[in-house]
């Protein structure tokens, strides 16, 4: 019994509950348009960074569950950022950048 006790305690502690997949779509506040290439940064109990692809698309797969900032930028777009809880469900974010009306010096 004291066996069994230990084994699931180290397993309890040693294997963390992650989340089977954080995923999400960037597009135009205004048009709608798809944004390739906005760098995606999550900082929490990890920190992983991804890019979205020609379709918007975002993805991490395997996190620790757990509260995260979500951070999202890309050229010529205001950056975007929000608290989150990622869990041990899969969860799709749709995230809405707006144009930034600075230009490049």
């Not at 620790?64 to 950056?79: D, W």
């Amino acid at each position: 019994m004291r066996r069994l006790l230990l084994t699931i305690l180290l397993f309890a502690v040693f294997n963390p509950a992650y989340a089977q997949t954080f995923e999400g779509r960037i597009t135009d506040r205004l048009s709608g348009t798809f944004l390739a290439g906005a760098t995606v940064t999550l900082s929490g109990p990890e920190l992983r960074t991804s890019f979205s692809n020609e379709k918007a698309i975002f993805q991490f797969k395997k996190l620790t569950a757990g509260i995260y900032i979500l951070q999202v930028s890309h050229l010529g777009f205001l950056a975007y950022e929000k608290k989150l809880e990622v869990t041990t469900e899969p969860q799709f974010l749709e995230i809405r950048l707006l144009r930034s009306s600075g230009e490049l010096a």
